[in-house]
């Protein structure tokens, strides 16, 4: 199983972009790149889905490189309403494990 | 379309009770699974239905249990509860997305307090 290791917090401010990086050494060939974005008491919310190079939604983006073994999750141009918990999970629908997360707090 | 909800939201139980969580997934979903969230273990997967067999499970004691039923609504039971069973519990219902990955769809979750 492919662990995911991303840092436990970042600070940025309104307006500014937020890169959040995340490696996964030992991606199987099989797996995706998932994101998604936990608010205090609800349930992880989804974000952006890919497999190599970019994806692209209204939300973010997800730049994978060549090799597989990072992703960076980009949310441009962030708000207060931004802050939270981005979890990157790596694997198969059925093998799949939530790290620590990285709790982004966005300053005025 | 309605998201997964589940029942009851807020939930105080003492030590050695049993307690009986319900999830409904989105309509069409047929894979749900359970999830237990701590401050301390962060968010740990329990167990993953589909087509009323248990698919994948993770690494809890067998006091936790589930079941899912042919409307693909599912239930976790937790018996003999411990202190530590306090835990938000949220369930997701999945969709295999049309290049392949898929999206898991994440209810309210079950506040369970344990006393």
């Known amino acids: 199983l492919a662990k995911t290791t991303q840092p436990i917090s970042m600070d940025s401010y309104e307006g500014q972009e937020v890169n959040i990086t995340c490696s996964h050494n030992?991606?199987?060939?099989?797996?995706?790149i998932t994101w998604y974005q936990q608010f205090p008491s609800q349930g992880p919310r989804f974000i952006i889905q890919?497999?190599?190079t970019k994806v692209t939604n209204e939300v973010a983006s997800l730049f994978i490189p060549a090799d597989r073994k990072s992703s960076t999750l980009s949310l441009p141009r962030v708000s207060l309403s931004d802050t939270a918990v981005y979890y990157c999970?790596?694997?198969?629908?059925?093998?799949?494990?939530f790290g620590k997360g990285t709790r982004l707090h966005i300053l005025p | 379309k309605a998201g997964v909800t589940q029942t009851p939201r807020y939930l105080i139980k003492t030590r050695g009770q049993q307690v009986t969580l319900s999830c409904s997934p989105i309509?069409?979903?047929?894979?749900v699974s359970w999830y237990q969230q701590t401050p301390g273990q962060g968010l740990q997967f329990l167990f993953e239905y589909f087509s009323e067999t248990q698919r994948n499970k993770g690494n809890f004691p067998g006091r936790f249990s589930g079941r899912q039923f042919s409307n693909s609504r599912s239930e976790m039971n937790v018996s003999t509860l411990e202190l530590g069973d306090s835990a938000l519990y949220l369930c997701?219902?999945?969709?295999?997305?049309?290049?392949?990955?898929?999206?898991?769809?994440f209810g309210p979750g079950t506040r369970l307090t344990v006393t």
């Open positions: 890919g497999y190599k």
């Open positions: 030992n991606i199987a060939t099989n797996d995706y």
């Open positions: 999970l790596v694997g198969e629908r059925d093998k799949i494990i």
């Open positions: 997701a219902s999945s969709v295999i997305q049309r290049g392949g990955g898929y999206e898991q769809y």
């Open positions: 309509s069409g979903h047929r894979s």
